[in-house]
């Protein structure tokens, strides 16, 4: 779960609320008083880390310097990880948004069955932790996994090509993130007005003509901004070339900057806040242009969308079913299956036969270790924490950003984003620099204790809910609020009466976004967990690197099934959500 | 359907989290049991920072708690350098949390010592514990024997190999794999000792490099490249061998004939720790007769005298051994760390 759903609230969100009838007066002062604090708050939470990550990048012993930015230019590896970043980045892109758009062109426009069926297939490639579809990957195409099973019987030399290179790495980042090119395409195509094609087909242009000088201009924007969406995505992701390439020696920004804290510690700092500012500075300058784009393509945003099928596939039809059903089902069952089969072997070097199968992973993961539960519980706690936080406060500012925009909550709305923005890692790095030693001399021992990853959690997905939120009220009109006060309900009664019962619903699927975000998350964690504040990404991580892959892919399994609970309850969530809104509006 | 309360919520919700932060974030209070006569006297927390791998950490501290029950165990488990790295971070954070180490080689705790950040504890278990593995001022002392050995998969190859050359020839050609010493304290120590060799040196490491070496984070992945047949040769610690052949796996270890690496996995206890009574009790357990018996059914060669190796690994008398001088290899060790990436950093 990363950056993606956000931005397409977002986007749904990009418009003006209307300004409440009646004169503020009486808050005045409380108001002034609430927006320094918020301030105050932003400032130290979100632009402070930032800017420190920056400082620090060009301190040397005696004032200002660019060594830092020196050294690291003059490294070998250096250069080798911006080659293989860019390769993967550039890779993965590529390949999500070539099965991104062909998936979303035959659901957008022909008359294939089971649309909603299809479009959970293809979200829960997207829904899977990273690093659980990596596992699946890995184990399912390792030389224990299925495949070379199924190989070996074809041929004895046939063996499966590794994922524990460059191409596996992009191929499952590909997977992971064609959902994202996906749903934002399916939008764009459904807008794209049909009576300007028949209008271009009627004046004798051919289908091609109609695709390259209508279908094409109209969607390139969306189409853009969704590819610009999976290069951040790619450059954000850590758990893929984590698991896959530091095995073999290949880096990528993110997992360089986490070996040089990792393995050296304290001293590697000013050379990760260098690697940090370039990583970063690249995500930025991607997130602008993304969001120019956006606003180009806001100009369709008035279109409905045409849910009706324009091409008739005919006798394609069951054939063309048939391939992505099963497309679908090798880039995601399959592999999981193959890790669960892992997961209850005895040993890892043997084959998978009766006699070697055995629950014992799971008996120790579960009851012979304390960390993993104690993992669960944290990740649990933590998530459940940051999601009633961001709820309260992110409902809290979103409401003050609907009803009384301006250019103050603006600015501090982009603040908040900028966590979210930048990748994980040096989000993190930074949050280490901060939280070290927050007043030189003052160490209140955050670092080290789950507090470190409570602030983290919070600042990292607070844009999460804020943006869900300013969704929901977005579509509350104010009418509503202004009857509640004339009928002489005060705050409270306002609030508990009237705005929530109405707004809960939408606000606790971005609760439910925040938590699930949270539940799985691996990057952030990695480089701030300590003893005690371990969580379940980080535990599965552990166990990976270790070599201990019998305990990961039974951890692993256990998550999905986890996560399969926690999918049907947010369905619930939603179901009752949509009842609720058509009875009262 | 029935329908959903919703003002109950928000405090189910709260009362779940009340309800596990309570049983996740005791503030490291000793929490003081009533102590009925017999039970030890030593109790509270005690935050143990490892590199063993996770099951043995796991079976370690549940045989120590059968002694002392009242003694509250965390672990933090990770390769010997990234837990070294991360307690100079906890240090820059103003407090390092680890109470006892248990970490791969006298090296690091050599360096950990000269940074004055150990205790010095002498444990009344040392008179059975060779003097040379132990620091002469206490600080740390060796609580096993691994050596660093050859690992090969029979089913890839018929005959095990008998000496290190085995690497650079062309048998393994892009077959071998060995630890990362940027994460593994053995494979740091290893590096130390390999590169200072006559015999050895640097040059051996390169041409392992060129003849398509992979390398790996820790020993046990290196284990399980080997197990799975993805790689034929491995250079990995001896127990884990000795432990994959045990489960079923096919492979086989060699003591090549040059001789041996040791590490000796010191214990050592921080100068700061917070339980220091638990912490020694915990030194003198490791070093114990049923401590280094427990060393010894985990499947690790004990260090004490009169307990015999488990099957199929060599005790230290038996093993012809590479050694290096401890003090040397701590002032070298980063030079070495930065000296292996120039040879093998892509």
Avoid at chain 1, 9 to 30: D, V
Wanted: hydrophobic content about 45%.
């Amino acid at each position: 779960m990363e950056k993606s759903k956000t931005n397409i609230i977002s986007w749904q969100a990009a418009r003006k609320g209307r300004k409440p009838f009646s004169a503020w007066l009486g808050q005045l002062r409380w108001s002034r008083l609430g927006a320094l604090l918020g301030g105050a708050a932003v400032l130290v939470f979100f632009v402070y880390p930032i800017l420190k990550l920056i400082l620090l990048s060009f301190q040397g012993e005696h004032g200002w310097t660019l060594a830092h930015y020196g050294e690291m230019l003059q490294q070998e590896r250096f250069w080798t990880t911006i080659r293989n970043t860019f390769y993967i980045v550039a890779g993965s892109t590529l390949f999500a948004l070539v099965l991104g758009i062909a998936l979303a062109w035959i659901v957008a426009y022909t008359d294939i069955r089971n649309k909603s069926a299809l479009h959970m297939g293809i979200m829960l490639c997207f829904i899977l932790p990273s690093y659980v579809l990596t596992l699946s990957w890995s184990s399912f195409t390792g030389s224990q996994g299925w495949l070379a099973g199924l190989l070996q019987w074809i041929h004895p030399d046939l063996a499966p090509w590794s994922m524990y290179s460059l191409g596996g790495i992009i191929f499952v980042m590909g997977i992971h993130h064609f959902p994202l090119v996906y749903m934002f395409t399916l939008d764009v195509l459904r807008k794209i007005p049909r009576d300007l094609e028949w209008a271009a087909r009627a004046g004798g242009a051919s289908r091609l003509e109609v695709f390259r000088k209508i279908t094409l201009p109209l969607a390139l924007p969306g189409l853009t901004a969704g590819g610009l969406l999976v290069f951040l995505a790619s450059l954000d992701n850590f758990g893929i070339p984590a698991f896959l390439g530091t095995p073999v020696n290949i880096s990528v920004l993110s997992t360089l900057i986490y070996e040089e804290i990792i393995g050296f510690g304290p001293s590697a700092f000013a050379r990760g806040a260098s690697l940090s500012v370039l990583l970063g500075t690249v995500a930025v300058v991607g997130s602008l242009l993304q969001w120019i784009l956006l606003r180009k393509s806001h100009a369709s945003d008035t279109m409905q969308p045409d849910l009706t099928p324009r091409y008739a596939l005919g006798r394609m039809r069951k054939p063309l079913t048939w391939v992505i059903w099963t497309g679908l089902l090798l880039i995601t069952v399959v592999p999981l299956s193959s890790m669960i089969s892992m997961s209850l072997k005895r040993a890892y070097g043997l084959g998978l036969t009766r006699a070697n199968m055995t629950l014992d992973n799971y008996r120790y993961i579960l009851f012979e270790n304390e960390r993993v539960w104690q993992s669960i519980q944290n990740s649990l706690v933590l998530s459940l924490v940051t999601m009633l936080v961001c709820l309260v406060i992110g409902s809290g500012f979103a409401y003050v950003r609907v009803r009384k925009p301006n250019s103050f909550n603006k600015m501090a709305e982009l603040a908040t984003a900028v966590p979210y923005t930048l990748p994980g890692i040096v989000f993190a790095l930074s949050i280490i620099l901060v939280w070290m030693e927050p007043i030189p001399g003052w160490n209140p021992g955050i670092y080290g204790s789950m507090s470190i990853l409570f602030i983290a959690y919070i600042c990292r997905f607070l844009i999460l809910q804020i943006r869900s939120s300013v969704t929901s009220f977005m579509q509350l009109d104010s009418s509503m609020e202004e009857a509640a006060r004339i009928s002489g309900a005060g705050f409270w009664r306002k609030w508990s009466a009237v705005l929530l019962p109405l707004l809960l619903p939408s606000m606790l699927t971005g609760g439910m976004l925040v938590f699930l975000t949270a539940l799985t998350e691996l990057t952030v964690s990695a480089l701030l967990y300590s003893s005690g504040s371990q969580t379940i990404g980080v535990t599965i991580f552990s166990f990976e690197q270790a070599g201990d892959t019998l305990y990961s892919t039974a951890l692993s399994s256990l998550i999905v099934a986890l996560m399969a609970v926690g999918g049907i309850l947010l369905l619930l969530v939603q179901r009752w959500a949509s009842r609720k809104g058509v009875k009262k509006s | 359907m029935i329908p959903f309360k919703k003002s109950l919520l928000l405090p189910v919700l709260a009362g779940m989290i009340i309800f596990s932060g309570c049983s996740t974030q005791g503030q490291g209070a000793s929490e003081t049991n009533n102590v009925n006569a017999g039970a030890s006297t030593v109790s509270g927390k005690l935050s143990f920072y490892t590199s063993q791998p996770e099951e043995d950490a796991t079976k370690l501290i549940s045989a120590f708690n059968d002694q002392y029950p009242d003694v509250d165990v965390s672990v933090f488990r990770s390769g010997t350098e990234e837990v070294t790295a991360k307690i100079q971070a906890e240090r820059q954070a103003g407090k390092t949390q680890a109470d006892v180490l248990l970490l791969a080689d006298a090296v690091t705790f050599e360096n950990l010592k000269q940074e004055d950040l150990l205790l010095s504890y002498k444990s009344p278990e040392l008179s059975k514990i060779p003097a040379d593995l132990v620091d002469p001022d206490g600080m740390y002392a060796g609580t096993k024997v691994m050596a660093t050995v050859l690992a090969t998969n029979t089913q890839k190859v018929a005959s095990p190999p008998t000496s290190w050359n085995v690497l650079t020839g062309a048998d393994s050609k892009d077959a071998s794999i060995m630890p990362s010493p940027l994460y593994s304290g053995a494979a740091a120590y290893n590096i130390g000792v390999f590169s200072r060799t006559d015999g050895f040196g640097w040059d051996f490491l390169q041409q392992t490099k060129d003849n398509g070496i992979s390398v790996i984070k820790g020993n046990g992945a290196v284990m399980k490249a080997v197990a799975s047949g993805e790689k034929s040769y491995g250079v990995v610690v001896d127990y884990l061998v000795a432990r994959e052949k045990a489960k079923g796996s096919p492979v086989e270890l060699t003591y090549p004939e040059e001789g041996v690496p040791i590490i000796t996995e010191p214990v050592g206890i921080m100068k700061d720790a917070g339980n220091v009574p638990a912490a020694e009790a915990f030194v003198d357990f490791l070093l114990s007769e049923e401590g280094q018996q427990l060393s010894a059914e985990i499947g690790y060669s004990p260090i004490r005298e009169g307990i015999s190796p488990p099957e199929g690994l060599k005790s230290v008398s038996e093993m012809k051994i590479l050694s290096g001088d401890p003090v040397k290899l701590a002032a070298d060790r980063e030079a070495d760390k930065q000296q292996f990436i120039q040879v093998f950093g892509e």
